[in-house]
């Protein structure tokens, strides 16, 4: 439905919602792609975190190389417990 506005083009009203759209849904892109670079980042800083922290102990003698192994294979099921 167009409306027409007194004094206006009914074209430039039309224009102005379709502006309007479009900045909505550059803005919902925006929001999803951040969303998912940010989810994405922490995965792969748990993976940093796991090989960092894990290496430590290893060569500390705290822990064997078969835990970080563990805990590397079980942190996708973290991560995406559905998938």
Not at 44 to 60: E, K
Request: hydrophobic residues 40%.
């Amino acid at each position: 439905m167009i409306e027409y506005v007194a004094g206006r083009d009914p074209s430039d009203v039309q224009a102005d919602r379709v502006q309007s759209l479009f900045v909505t849904n550059m803005t919902i892109y925006k929001f999803k792609f951040s969303m998912n670079f940010l989810l994405n980042l922490m995965t792969q800083l748990g993976y940093a975190g796991i090989f960092a922290l894990g290496g430590h102990y290893v060569v500390t003698g705290t822990t064997e190389i078969g835990t970080i192994v563990a805990s590397v294979s079980g942190l996708p099921k973290i991560t995406d417990p559905g998938g």
